[in-house]
């Protein structure tokens, strides 16, 4: 380890000491002044990042036990929750998609139902982006979307960083995979984080209760950040009369479908109607159904095994079960429920304080780490504030889940930012720019959604 990295190990250990070496306040227990030294501990390791992300969710669930605050018991056990199995499941289904042209076949017919429009172009790859991160992580999308993108953009003569439409569609597609991940469990590793801490809490969210609650928030937050978008970049022209035969070109440059390809794409469409039908109707877990559904696609041969181990982010799984470990350890020391009451003095319990400060919190911290990390602090915290409220614990969490998924500033933000910003048609100011004005649009959206829409469903 460097110097550069020492100093930046530095301030993380200091943090926890100077909270541990506080007087503990009245009502707290020691386990939970040494939760909160934790979490002191774990929020700028996330942010500054001196050792791997994975290497952090391990220092994560092994300090409590080295501080008295949790025993070996609960600690692995929090470890192995099902959430993390659903995780590595849909990573292997995620990896088989990747290898199947079915992405691209979808992504190209709904470029094309845009027409000649400009501005139905931006909307339909924000669209495209969504839809496909339904069905597998953000990440993994707009990996496949950005070249098909810049091809589009090259063949219809967009100028890298001059060209507004150009801005757009990459920004887009970015943008459109982010709102997308929050649609279905699938999308996001802090989906199943969501699912797996409201388990721990006695709550079941299957995976059509999810969309219930998430897809009325997908569709307006598109429609408004589209909108944003042709706002700030209005396309330099009003037709593009050759886009429709370009994408016809593309499409008939596709591999003709073999029989392995249709069994393949057969498999996904079965496992992915496994997860809306069985959970409802048959009460199969869903992490039952992510893992036999990886076996599956393995077995009528999706994948190899080598695309298992080198598609599956491991490092991401061990930060997972850390921050699963992290947010049961808040709860049972006390340290959670604490906080929350100090938060509850200030917002009187009200659920329109409650609800914005929730989402705005959340949108804060996950501009500037990993959505996850984000999701793993804040979910015992924003859950206890809405208990301490009186509202449900489901709420609180499901704020947390989705609006940690929100982040359209910065680079570093999400993933999908920095490789469409690879593609070279817009700058971090031009990403700034449109992520400032996004960001208040799409906490609109998530405020109005929780307080209207989940009423009106009686979530509250």
Known sequence: MDRRQLGKLSLPVLLMLSVLALPRPDGLSYEGQAM?????????????????????????MVLPLILGAADVGSTFSAFGNPAVFFLIG??????????????????????????????????????????????????????????IITYVAASIGLVPLRSNLG???????????????????????????????????????????????????????????????????PPEMKRIKTIPQVLEDELGGLPPVTGRNLLVSLTLLLIIASFII???????????????????????????????????????????????????????????????DRIVDITGGSPFLSILLVVILTKLLTEFMSNTAAVSVLLPIGSAVFLAAGLPVEMGAMLVGLSGGLAFMFLISTPG????????????????????????????????????????????
């Not at 929020?43 to 220092?59: A, D, E, H, T």
Request: proline share 5%; glycine share 12%.
């Open 278 to 340: 069985l959970p409802s109707l048959f009460g199969v877990d869903l992490t039952l159904i992510a893992l036999i559904g990886g076996v599956a696609i393995f077995l009528v041969g999706g994948m190899r095994w080598e695309d298992v181990e080198s598609r599956i982010p491991w490092g991401i799984i061990l930060l997972y079960g850390g921050a699963i470990t992290l947010g049961v350890h808040l709860i049972e020391s006390g340290g959670a429920s604490f906080l929350a």
């Open 167 to 233: 801005k757009g569609m990459l920004i887009g597609a970015a943008y459109g995979c982010t709102i997308g991940s929050l649609g279905t469990p699938l999308g996001g590793a802090r989906n199943p984080l969501t699912i797996g801490f409201l388990i721990s809490r006695g709550i079941e969210v299957n995976f059509l209760r999810w969309m219930e609650l998430s897809l009325p928030l997908v569709l307006l937050s598109i429609l408004l950040v589209w909108g944003m978008l042709v706002l700030i970049f």
């Open 36 to 60: 909160f030294a934790v979490l002191a501990f774990s929020i700028p390791m996330f942010l500054l990042q001196p050792i791997p992300l994975g290497l952090v969710g391990v220092l994560v």
């Open 417 to 460: 930012n920095l490789i469409s910003f690879t593609s070279g048609y817009f700058s971090q100011k031009d990403l700034l720019k449109a992520g400032l004005l996004v960001n208040l649009v799409t906490i609109a959206a998530v405020f109005l959604t929780a307080y209207t829409y989940w009423k009106l469903i009686g979530v509250w």
């Open 90 to 147: 849909a990573f292997m289904i995620s990896a088989a998609m990747e290898k199947t042209p079915l992405h691209r076949r979808i992504s190209l017919l709904f470029l094309r139902t845009a027409g000649s429009s400009p501005r139905m172009l931006v909307l339909f790859t924000m669209l495209s982006g969504a839809f496909l991160s339904f069905l597998m992580p953000e990440h993994g999308v707009i990996v496949l979307l950005v070249p």
